[in-house]
């Protein structure tokens, strides 16, 4: 009963996330200020989909050619985006993880 109950659940949970995260026009109704995310009623809240966009920008910067929905969908492109600006303290925090720190430094 217990796993009957949370499968239905889990199905309804889908079913209303999917539309809400799907296609680009959830995409456009995200604003956001640098790495932060413009929530109405709760300010600017970090989230991984203006992390992104913001590194973009930062690469960018310096030289990259490189697009925030590239970042979101190619890991490899967030590393390299991370390679080239990853010690720009704008964006350490979100390049933590995706940067080679064998480079002799501490």
């Known amino acids: 009963m217990h796993s009957i109950r949370a499968a239905i659940l889990g199905i309804i949970a889908i079913s209303i996330i999917t539309p809400l995260t799907s296609g680009d026009a959830a995409h456009a109704a995200i604003r956001c200020e640098g790495p932060y995310q413009l929530v109405r009623g709760q300010g600017k809240i970090a989230t991984p989909y203006c992390e992104d966009g913001f590194l973009a920008a930062v690469a960018r910067g310096y030289g990259m050619k490189v697009s925030g929905n590239a970042i979101r969908h190619n890991p ?8 080239l600006a990853g010690h720009d303290i704008r964006v350490a925090d979100i390049c933590a993880g995706h940067r080679d720190e064998s480079d002799g430094r501490r």
């Open 76 to 83: 490899h492109k967030k590393d390299d985006a991370c390679r």
